[in-house]
T-cell receptor, first 111, second 114 residues
Framework: EADIYQTPRYLVIGTGKKITLECSQT?????MYWYQQDPGMELHLIHY???????EKGDLSSESTVSRIRTEHFPLTLESARPSHTSQYLC??????????FGPGTRLLVL | KNQVEQSPQSLIILEGKNCTLQ??????????LRWYKQDTGRGPVSLTI?????NTKSNGRYTATLDADTKQSSLHITASQLSDSASYIC?????????????FGRGTQLTVWP
């Protein structure tokens, strides 16, 4: 079982609100990732980080932003949530080995 | 274009039966292929990982095969249990990417009935 955590697990929020999805890992991994996954669809990479103060956009364009001030923490922020942001957001981390370890995900519903 | 295709999209089997899930990919250059299990509302968990030189890998009742020439992989589940009900995702990594870029299939939704 990987030590990677996400909060909240579920979030229902109104349009226009600012939200932050938390992700933390205790494995000391340098590489961290955020994926977006809609039901029955594949995971899409939206952000990644090689380490502290390193953040890059992924393959899927996203209005969210991320920060990496500490190795163990990789939060994702939406400044103004919209219904189109409704999805599941998965955080992952990777050490020197090939395997990415995933958190349990946050299911976001924007009304 | 790098792609990962999985079949079938969904599968229903009875408890105790075996099943095989398929994965075809076009990712190049190829580094490795993983099978993940994703329970509903949870993040994916790695089952197996195979590199170019490996053609089979087992993890308990799960056995994955890889044919790098035809770019095909399969995941065989033996003596299925109710807890096997989940989405099984094939993930392929390209070689030489420091990012560890992964290409995900859409998954096969497996339901095991008692």
């Amino acid at each position: 079982e990987a030590d990677i955590y996400q909060t909240p697990r579920y979030l229902v929020i109104g349009t226009g609100k600012k939200i932050t999805l938390e992700c933390s890992q205790t494995m000391g991994h340098d590489k961290m990732y955020w994926y977006q996954q809609d039901p029955g669809m594949e995971l899409h990479l939206i952000h990644y980080s090689y380490g502290v103060n390193s953040t890059e956009k992924g393959d899927l364009s996203s209005e969210s932003t991320v920060s990496r001030i500490r190795t163990e923490h990789f939060p994702l922020t939406l400044e103004s949530a919209r219904p189109s942001h409704t999805s599941q957001y998965l955080c992952a981390s990777r050490g020197t080995a090939e395997t990415q370890y995933f958190g349990p995900g946050t299911r976001l519903l924007v009304l | 274009k790098n792609q990962v295709e999985q079949s079938p999209q969904s599968l229903i089997i009875l408890e105790g039966k075996n099943c095989t899930l398929q994965c075809n990919y076009t990712v190049s250059p190829f580094s490795n292929l993983r099978w993940y299990k994703q329970d509903t509302g949870r993040g994916p968990v790695s089952l197996t990982i195979m590199t170019f030189s490996e053609n089979t890998k087992s993890n308990g009742r799960y056995t994955a095969t890889l044919d790098a020439d035809t770019k095909q992989s399969s995941l065989h589940i033996t003596a299925s249990q109710l807890s096997d009900s989940a989405s099984y995702i094939c993930v392929v990594s390209d070689r030489g990417s420091t990012l560890g870029r992964l290409y995900f299939g859409r998954g096969t939704q497996l339901t095991v009935w008692p």
